[in-house]
């Protein structure tokens, strides 16, 4: 049997066109997507680019700066061990004292008729000198102080030489220990001795004192070396390290006004 198509020729041609029509959307719908997708990938990939740029560059950046630093890595150790030094300068500088103007002053006030056995200054009394004076108050004084030993012709010239003592630059206060004459000995033969070997009092009327001078408003430093011990003068001619006492008179004029002094008393 033929099959007869019944539809107006003019009704066919619309539907016709109506189909082509939709895949010509369905086309450039296709066409649209893909631009739009291409123009994601370009615009992806133009950003990775900037950044892998930013990156590159800032890479180059830090090894400049890398570089720079250590080409200055030298300047900074000289600042840091030149701070160092100062730091350790001025510690030094703290911790010490100016021993030789005190000597000078002493050896300037000291009386005629008194003569040194034995001198110490230290700026601590944790600092300990070998045969060195022995001035029990010293420990009292947390800061500078000068331990003095010796004799004079009685207890008046005593308490002037601490008077005198006063009067040298920085001192605050001047303590004594001791002041006393001779206790007389009996000797076998029925007559006296006074003192022994080693007494700078050779008659009765001389006096032996032990004095502290100190010297409060000093800083004290944090912890004092050993070499900021003034030259300790047992015998007032040499100090501590064998070189000449900055202060002769406290003992070369000592132990010659304690001879003058021996001479002069009658009857000897």
Do not use: H
């Not at 160092?84 to 021993?99: K, M, N």
């Not at 001078?213 to 040499?238: K, M, N, R, S």
């Amino acid at each position: 049997m033929r099959s007869i198509n019944l539809i107006p020729p003019d009704d066919l041609g619309g539907r016709v066109q109506a189909r082509a029509g939709s895949l010509s959307y369905i086309v450039l719908g296709g066409l649209v997507a893909i631009l739009v997708a291409v123009t994601a990938v370009v615009l992806t990939s133009n950003r990775i680019s900037d950044a892998k740029s930013e990156v590159a560059s800032l890479e180059q950046q830090r090894d400049a700066a890398q570089a720079r630093a250590d080409s200055l890595a030298a300047f900074a150790e000289f600042s840091g061990m030149q701070e160092e030094r100062t730091g350790t300068v001025t510690t030094l500088a703290q911790s010490r004292f100016d021993w030789e103007r005190v000597l000078r002053e002493l050896a300037l006030i000291l009386p005629e008729d008194v003569w040194l056995v034995e001198l110490e200054g230290t700026v601590s009394p944790s600092v300990q000198l070998a045969e060195g004076a022995d001035v029990t108050i010293r420990d009292e004084v947390a800061g500078p102080a000068l331990e003095i030993i010796g004799c004079t012709v009685s207890q008046e010239e005593v308490g002037a030489f601490v008077a005198s003592l006063r009067d040298i630059d920085g001192v605050t206060r001047v303590s004594v220990a001791k002041s006393e004459r001779p206790e007389l000995n009996e000797q076998a033969g029925g007559g006296q001795e006074i003192g022994g070997d080693d007494e700078c009092r050779t008659r009765d009327f001389i006096t032996r004192f032990e004095i502290v001078a100190a010297f409060d408003e000093v800083p004290v430093p944090a912890a004092a070396p050993a070499d900021t011990a003034a030259p300790t003068a047992p015998t007032g001619t040499e100090n501590a390290a064998g070189e000449p006492n900055p202060a002769p008179a406290a003992a070369e004029q000592g132990a010659a006004e304690a001879q003058e002094a021996t001479d002069v008393v009658p009857g000897s």
